[in-house]
């Protein structure tokens, strides 16, 4: 057989995706015809995500000929997929410069510029799904230097912007997407965050409109118009809305059980209604309220809740039963999870069950947590970030409390627990309860107790805000200018909880001015 016959072999082999005849072949060539045979290998390989051995063939065939236009150009799509890009640029930019012909050269150019601004945009999701929007930027950048009209790379960088909170950038951001590709869905849905982030949500829900007459399953859309709604505190439309959670993807809390779910229009006098937490332990504190509407309304309620809570609810009121996360009753008639208790049941704005507090410490972990902190001074429990860390819409630097720290007869008391509490050598004046302050799996029980000998609790949007409302304790919630949608806009008070303040930022970023105001409320 001669060479070149049993490299059409080899090739035919190869295309037809007989990649076990293909390979022993281009094996046989290695002696013969090293280049080609090396090149091809490098190419299999490749194909079958073996990219370390690919990268070494394709460089053996390189070395034999460096010029070699093909081999230049795979290697570089090798390159790529490994997520080499410098690299893959360089292999590209040569292949292009020993690619011979005006047309030939012209058409590999803007092939090789579109597979880079691929390969850049994807790299840049994953800078920004690790939480490095700065560098996302960057590859977007380079994604757009050579394909100015990439939608996708346009609508990326504008999310990323967003994320950054250079909100104005990112609207016209999502406008340019928008210019090159009008019906680009996720463009849509993301311009209506970015307009609702600006407070402009009757645009923003234009937005959500567009992307659902383009998609009408596009379920965020629906979602995030919801949010708006209540924002605004129409809940008639917004939580129907927000019923759309359930065909996200992963849906929440969309559970299946042969008993039916209860929509509120069924008589539950004399049944048992099984009620399933969903999402954080802050709205499961906050949502709990309803179990008193579904018990006068006759029925027999039994509560799932993460496990971690099933302590410190145990003596809420209204009793019911409770049972852990995963646990699901033997027998009940209707099911429903707890934050669509507010559809089923009619609830309005102006209706919100509040009657605190629904929640106690255990008298002895008060006794004993109240000989630990002492009576003297003004004293302010307090934390600056959320359960998801980092410095966002439910974080602040511990800095920020500076101020507060430096008030005559002020005392400044930790209840920061994991993220966040690596700060306190920032700010020694800030008293810490210790290691063994709520270190035991059931949550709050210590913070529960601890709130109950404070005068204040300080606190961003998260759980320690509706444990210290529940309880009925004195509670400052620093919030963002757009905050989340239980908070609603432009008012002080809260009617979730009576004993509740809500200080907001005036313009977007500025907690300086936020703890300001706090620090000028305090008693003196």
């Known amino acids: ?49 073996a990219t370390a051995e690919a990268l070494e063939l394709i460089g053996a065939a390189l070395a034999l000929k460096p010029d070699a236009p093909d081999a230049l150009f795979n290697y570089g799509n090798v390159l790529k997929s490994a997520g080499r890009l410098d690299e893959a640029l360089a292999a590209y930019d040569r292949a292009l410069a020993v690619t011979s012909g005006y047309r030939a050269a012209q ?29 996302a930027l960057a590859d977007y950048d380079r994604a757009l230097a050579l394909a100015p009209h990439y939608a996708d790379a346009l609508n990326n960088r504008a999310v990323a912007l967003w994320s950054l909170g250079r909100l104005g950038e990112a609207l016209a951001g999502f406008d340019a997407a928008l210019a090159v590709k009008p019906d680009y869905v996720e463009a849509h849905y993301n311009r209506g965050n970015a307009l609702r982030d600006m407070l402009q949500l009757d645009e923003a829900k234009q937005s959500f409109d567009r992307a659902i007459a383009l ?8 979602r995030n118009k919801g949010f708006c709604a209540l924002l605004s505190g129409d809940f008639a439309l917004g939580f129907p809305l927000y019923e759309w959670r359930k065909r996200l993807n992963p849906p929440i809390e969309a559970r299946s059980y042969p008993q039916p779910l209860w929509t509120g ?7 048992t209604l099984f009620v399933y937490i969903e999402q954080g332990l802050g709205d499961t504190i906050q949502f709990y309220r309803f179990v008193a509407p579904l018990l006068a309304r006759g029925a027999r309620v039994i509560l799932s809740v993460q496990d971690p809570l099933l ?25 429903i999870p707890l934050m669509s208790l507010p559809l089923a049941l009619g609830l309005t704005a102006r209706a919100i069950p509040a009657t605190v507090p629904y929640l106690a410490a255990e008298p002895e972990r ?57 700060q306190l050598a920032t700010l020694p004046q800030v008293e810490c309860l210790g290691e063994d302050f709520d270190k035991d799996p059931d949550a709050f029980l210590d913070s529960a107790a601890v709130m109950a000998s404070l005068d204040l609790v300080i606190t961003l949007d998260s759980a320690l ?19 989340d949608w239980r908070w609603f806009l432009g008012r002080s008070d809260s009617p979730w909880y009576t004993s509740m303040r809500l200080f907001r930022q005036k313009t977007d970023g500025d907690w300086a001015g936020v703890f300001a105001e706090i620090q000028s409320q305090v008693p003196q």
Request: proline share 5%; glycine share 10%.
């Open 366 to 422: 008060i006794a004993r947590w109240a000989a630990r902190t002492g009576d003297k001074g003004f004293k302010i429990g307090i934390s600056w970030q959320g359960a998801r860390g980092g410095v966002t819409s439910r974080a602040v630097p511990l800095s920020c409390f500076e101020g507060l720290s430096a008030l005559p007869g002020v005392r400044l008391i930790s209840l920061q627990k994991g993220f966040g509490a690596e």
């Open 1 to 49: 057989m001669t060479l070149q016959a049993q490299h059409d072999q080899a090739a035919a082999a190869h295309r037809r995706g007989d990649l076990v005849e293909a390979e022993r072949l281009y094996r046989e060539m290695l002696e013969t015809a090293p280049f080609a045979a090396r090149h091809m290998l490098g190419v299999l390989k490749a194909q079958t995500g």
């Open 311 to 335: 302590s410190l609810l145990q003596d809420a009121s209204p009793k019911v039963a409770l049972v852990g996360a995963r646990a699901v009753p033997a027998a009940f008639d209707y099911h």
């Open 215 to 222: 998609d009408p399953g596009f379920a965020p859309a629906y």
């Open 465 to 483: 805000a509706h444990l210290a409302g529940a309880l009925g304790r004195p509670v400052w919630v620093a919030l963002k200018q757009v905050p």
């Open 107 to 135: 058409a590999a150019r803007e092939e090789t510029r579109g597979l880079l601004a691929e390969a850049l945009n994807r790299r840049g999701n994953e800078a920004r799904a690790a939480g490095r929007a700065d560098n």
């Open 265 to 271: 229009k069924e008589d539950i006098h004399g049944k």
